[in-house]
Every structure is written in C-alpha cells, then in structure tokens.
C-alpha cells in the first residue's frame, strides 16, 4: 500500500454506538492530521499529531477520542455522536508540522450517525 | 489570522475550455505558504502545488497552471483545455506561524466539466 489509507470507507453508527476510524501513512511522515469536512462547510482541524504527541486539538468535543500508537497509525475513537457529527473524515500527514510541508491526504471515511 | 477566500462556489464549463479559479488569502506573515489541493468524487484531497511566499515565479504542469500575485494576495489556477476528469472540487490553503503553523483552507471552488 502507498500514500495514506483509511478504513472503513463508509460507517453507519447509531447515537450510542462505540465505533474507531483507522488511518494509516506509508510515507515516513511524522505528522498525521485529522480533519472533519462537512456539507458546505470549510475543512475543519480536529486534531494534530507529531512524532506520535498529540500537539493541537481545536475544540473538539470529548466524543470524538484519537489516539496515535506509533507516527505511522492514527485512530479516532467515538462514541455516543449526534447525528451533526456525519460527515467526511480526512486523514492526512506530512513530513513534519510545518506550514510549509504539503499534507498528504487519505480517502476518507464517510461517517453517518443516525 | 489568516483567511482564504475562495470567491467562486462553481463553475460549470464545457470540455476543452479553460477554467480560472480565483484564490485570495490574507496573512500577517512575510513567509507563508500557499498549496492547491484537488477533490474528485472519491474523497481524497490530492495535493497539485506548493508555493512560498518569496518565489513569485509563476509555474506551469501540463494543463495546469498557477499565477501567484504577491501585490494583489492571490494565487489564481488555471486549467486549459479542460477535461471531464477536471471535474471535482479544488482547495487553495494557505500555511504561516499567524495561524500556529496549520493550514487554512478556502471553503472550495466546485469545477463541473461538461463533455
């Protein structure tokens, strides 16, 4: 596998469903990012990771829990969303957590909470 | 703080005609970094350009092309001869310490490109 990967592609959860999106980068980047992008909405940073510490989470509410166990894997764990929390998840990483490194992005996971 | 401004929502062209996308950012740095990234249905975010704040040369890649204009704030692409594959949804982003060194994004121009 090359690039960034992320399973599962789709998730239907209900409201008080335990559920984790998994991110995977072969790249040798050290940062990993994850992002929420919702309908009409600009792309929003949830969190940021580097070499494996969680160094920026933007607000976020508590039911939404990553967890990065080495600097190629990222996980974001939920649990009892609402239904406002679907939407697409991006993963993404970069080479370091600096402005002026490109992200590298993974497909995503199209989140639905009914 | 920074801001990126993505004037234009969608533009919908017929094939093989070219397309412009407008990008204006705002930014108290004098170094930062300017990025497009490309959507297509599929969801990944593909990365198409990075430019720094003090190389003003304007590149060109095939089809692709990018005119930054550090004077007016703007970092416009352009797609000649467009094609059906152009068809998604394009990002500019912008990188610099205001904002702590993430990158802001504009909230995306969507280009329909009609055979």
């Known amino acids: 596998e090359t690039g960034v990967t992320q399973t599962p592609r789709h998730l239907v959860m209900g409201m008080t469903n335990k559920k984790s999106l998994k991110c995977e980068q072969h790249?040798?980047?050290?940062?990993m990012y994850w992002y929420k992008q919702s309908a009409k909405k600009p792309l929003e940073l949830m969190f940021v990771?580097?070499?494996?510490?969680?160094?920026e989470n933007n607000s976020v509410p508590s039911r939404f829990s990553p967890e990065c166990p080495n600097s190629s894997h990222l996980f974001l764990h939920l649990h009892t969303l609402q239904p406002e929390d679907s939407a697409l998840y991006l993963c993404?990483?970069?080479?370091?957590?600096?402005?002026?490194?490109?992200?590298?992005f993974g497909p995503g996971t199209r989140l639905t909470v009914t | 703080a920074q801001k990126v401004t993505q004037a234009q929502t969608e533009i919908s062209v017929v094939e093989k005609e070219d397309v412009t996308l407008d990008c204006v950012y705002e930014?108290?740095?004098?170094?930062?970094?300017l990025f497009w990234y490309k959507q297509p249905p599929s969801g990944e975010l593909v990365f198409l350009i990075r430019?720094?704040?003090?190389?003003?040369q304007n590149e060109i890649s095939g089809r692709y092309s990018w005119n930054f204009q550090k004077s007016t704030s703007s970092f416009n692409f352009t797609i000649t001869a467009s094609q059906v594959v152009d068809s998604a949804v394009y990002f500019c982003?912008?990188?610099?310490?205001?904002?702590?060194?993430?990158?802001?994004f504009g909230g995306g121009t969507r280009v329909l490109v009609k055979p």
């Open positions: 993404a990483s970069s080479l370091a957590r600096d402005r002026q490194y490109e992200q590298y």
């Open positions: 790249l040798g980047h050290n940062a």
């Open positions: 990771y580097s070499l494996e510490e969680r160094v």
């Open positions: 930014t108290r740095d004098t170094t930062y970094y």
């Open positions: 430019r720094n704040s003090f190389d003003e």
């Open positions: 982003a912008l990188g610099g310490k205001a904002a702590g060194n993430k990158l802001t």
